[in-house]
């Protein structure tokens, strides 16, 4: 088979040239170009499943998926329109780091598919004054303004009722920046004031199980940073699987790796 007839996803070498890519983490390194593989000649945006993203990248916890998915929003590489549950996120390529003030980000305008709503992105250019002799891609600069608005749910259609749009979309933003699912139970618990992954686990859980292993599950809460949290592993092991079956942020550890008390 002749090199030409082979599929290939596209890398812009300015990302090697600037030094974008000598400062990207090893996982960022693997997920930039597997989301590229989904892509076209044109940058279109993409969608992969967390599963497949994770099959090709060899991630073994999504926890890594989101990382290196922020990472790469950092740097200005793509735009992600978070999925709902029931949708996956959806990524736009950025390329007006580039120094091509007509650069948007791939397929950002109009109507996204999977119910993500619209997304835009402005960029705004002027040529600044700069000594003679300066490469022509240091004379410009770039605004960004980023607009991407995902449809709230439907299932969060109370709360956005109890507390208004603008504040369920920053909850919602607030959910993707902690690397928490945006349900129901983790949208209000920052709503109401209520930090904490228990939080929201315990209100999910009460009326779901016995009063006796909700107090039990309580009482071996031995960390809970916001993000994940840590039980004693003492539970029994039906706890365990329910938890771990309602939440990917929970794990379970022996007396002697519990930390040292202050």
């Known amino acids: ?34 989301l590229l593989r989904f892509s076209d000649g ?21 926890k890594t998926i989101r990382e ?24 736009h390529f950025r390329f007006d780091w580039v120094g091509d003030t007509s650069s948007t980000p791939s397929g950002i305008a109009g109507s996204l598919p999977g119910g993500h709503g619209k997304a835009s992105v402005g960029v705004e250019s002027r040529t600044l004054r700069m000594p ?20 709230i ?15 369920v979309r920053l909850a919602l933003s607030e959910c993707d920046l902690a690397g928490l699912d945006a349900n129901p139970a983790n949208v209000e618990s920052i709503l ?10 315990r209100e999910k859980l009460a009326g779901m199980i016995s009063p006796d292993s909700l107090k039990l599950l309580e009482s071996a809460l031995i960390e809970d940073d916001g993000v994940s949290m840590r039980f004693d592993a003492s539970v029994p092991l039906h706890l365990k699987k329910i938890l771990t079956r309602h939440t990917g942020r929970v794990e379970f550890v022996h007396s002697s790796e519990k930390p040292a008390a202050q």
Request: net charge positive.
């Open 42 to 62: 044109q940058f279109k945006g993409v969608y992969p499943g967390a599963s497949r993203l994770m099959e090709l990248t060899g991630f073994k916890h999504k």
């Open 132 to 151: 003679q002799g300066e490469p022509p891609h240091n004379q410009i600069h770039i605004s960004i303004t980023n607009n991407v608005h995902p449809s």
């Open 192 to 201: 109401s004031g209520r930090a904490g992954c228990w939080g929201a686990m």
């Open 153 to 167: 749910p439907a299932e969060l259609e109370n709360l956005r009722r109890k507390f208004g749009e603008e504040k």
């Open 68 to 91: 290196a998915r922020n990472e790469l929003i950092a740097l200005g590489l793509v735009v992600a329109t978070r999925g709902t549950g029931r949708t996956n996120t959806y990524y």
């Open 1 to 34: 088979m002749k090199g030409e007839s082979l599929p290939f996803a596209k890398l812009v070498t300015a990302l090697f040239d600037r030094g974008i890519w000598a400062r990207m983490s090893g996982a960022a390194r693997a997920l930039y170009p597997v």
